[in-house]
């Protein structure tokens, strides 16, 4: 670990201390040989004083259960039918890997309870086919769980839930993890899914609003695995209903649950509520951020250096890419009305944020406002980025002297001797 890779962990700490993230972990996930690792990462949230609930499904565990008794159930996920024999199969594994879960935390020195907090009831009869003892959740006991969270306790909540009469149901966990976060306010919730679910030829995006998610669940519902889908669409409803961010992760890989809370790209797909990536005029209060972002490319000489004062006078002309309020990219757009030109300066991404696609955002955004100013012709200048000016952003290389007079003479006086590249711009 690197100290620019610390600092972006340690921004992320006093928004998140004391705050609820809701972790929903797939069964099959539990059984898996990567869960003691997620066990970890569970350890260093809490020492962050990050208060946990832990809700688990137990589909893998119970289908397993179920070809070990030869008993055939009517299914596993906690929707469609849940008959009798299948609800007797989902108690016996549920609970037993809940104790396994528990056993787990104690191993990291973490403090858990096994918690009765859903209050459910039948799901009834849907498309004209009795549900029997598949429940849908009525009510969270919110006070009970932060009881155990003001203690420091994790609740641990299986895929079961009671009636008023004290009947179990089974129900499905990712729609539990979405209850329980809307009730308790919860900052986040982390699905994890189990790794084959990922083996799709077609991967996720990496980040994706309420609306994205909701359209790519209904054009892809027949083709996305189950596993995904219902977390998606559970965490899309819960994004509409308050919670701020929602992850869905490989549950298989090392280490996943922290580099998606800890960093600004992530490893899993996160839906978001909230604006989450932006790009934005720069402010006074923006100068120093700007500076220290183009700090190594004015080093290597890719950039031409600009001090405080220079990018103070103009600076309407300057827009910052922010990924979670954090700068990772900057651009400026200055204007030469008399000549209907502007110059496409400044372009710069933070390493640990290239080759995501935010130099051609930029560059996009960008054209877009020239277009606008009513500028026909948009000219770059680079000693060493002209190669991607081309290929990406559609630049021709062309002679200086079609530069506006005034920036031709700083062009001259410089020494770079610089590639000029020109862009003529359709209305």
């Not at 998606?232 to 992760?249: D, F, I, P, S, Y």
């Not at 402010?283 to 000489?301: G, M, P, T, W």
């Not at 991404?349 to 100013?373: D, I, P, S, T, W």
Request: charged share 20%; net charge neutral.
């Amino acid at each position: 670990m690197n100290v620019s890779d610390l600092r972006e962990i340690l921004q992320y700490v006093p928004l998140f201390r004391e705050r609820v993230f809701v972790v929903a972990v797939d069964g099959e996930v539990a059984g898996s040989e990567n869960f003691a690792n997620l066990l970890l990462d569970i350890a260093v949230l809490r020492s962050l004083s990050i208060k946990v609930v832990l809700v688990h499904g137990a589909s893998y565990q119970i289908a397993a259960l179920a070809t070990a008794r030869g008993v055939a159930i009517t299914g596993s996920e906690g929707i469609g039918v849940t008959d009798e024999p299948t609800l007797q199969v989902s108690i016996d594994a549920a609970i037993r890997l809940t104790n396994e879960i528990m056993e787990g935390l104690s191993s990291v020195d973490l403090r858990a309870a096994y918690i009765n907090a859903l209050i459910v009831h039948p799901a009834g009869i849907l498309g004209g086919v009795d549900q029997q003892f598949t429940g849908k959740v009525e009510r969270v006991d919110v006070k009970a769980l932060r009881l155990l969270l003001d203690e420091g306790i994790i609740p641990v909540v299986p895929p079961l839930g009671f009636d008023g009469e004290g009947r179990t149901y089974r129900a499905n966990s990712d729609s539990i993890a979405l209850e329980v976060a809307v009730e308790l306010g919860a900052a986040k919730i982390l699905y994890l899914a189990p790794s084959r679910a990922f083996d799709s030829s077609t991967p996720l995006p990496r980040q994706l609003s309420i609306t994205e998610t909701e359209d790519l669940v209904r054009r892809q519902k027949s083709t996305l695995p189950a596993g995904l889908l219902s977390k998606l669409e559970n965490g899309a409803k819960a994004c509409r209903q308050g919670v701020a961010r929602t992850h869905v992760l490989n549950g298989g890989v090392n280490e996943a649950l922290l580099s998606e809370v800890f960093s600004h790209e992530g490893v899993g797909t996160m839906v978001y509520s909230n604006e989450y990536q932006q790009i934005r005029r720069i402010f006074k209060k923006d100068v120093r951020a700007v500076i220290s972002l183009i700090r190594q490319s004015v080093k290597n000489e890719e950039l031409v250096r600009r001090t405080r004062t220079e990018i103070l006078e103009c600076l309407g002309d300057y827009w910052l890419l922010e990924i979670d309020r954090t700068a990772v990219a900057c651009v400026a757009l200055h204007l030469y009305p008399e000549q209907s030109a502007a110059e496409l300066a400044c372009l710069h991404v933070r390493k640990a944020n290239e080759n995501q696609g935010y130099g051609r955002k930029l560059m996009a955004f960008v054209e877009n406002l020239a277009r606008e100013k009513g500028v026909k012709h948009l000219f770059a200048l680079s000693t060493q980025a002209y190669s991607y000016l081309q290929q990406k952003g559609g630049f021709s290389p062309a002679d200086p002297a079609i530069l506006p007079p005034q920036r031709l003479q700083r062009y001259e006086s410089s020494g770079r001797n610089s590639v000029v590249l020109l862009k003529t711009l359709r209305p």
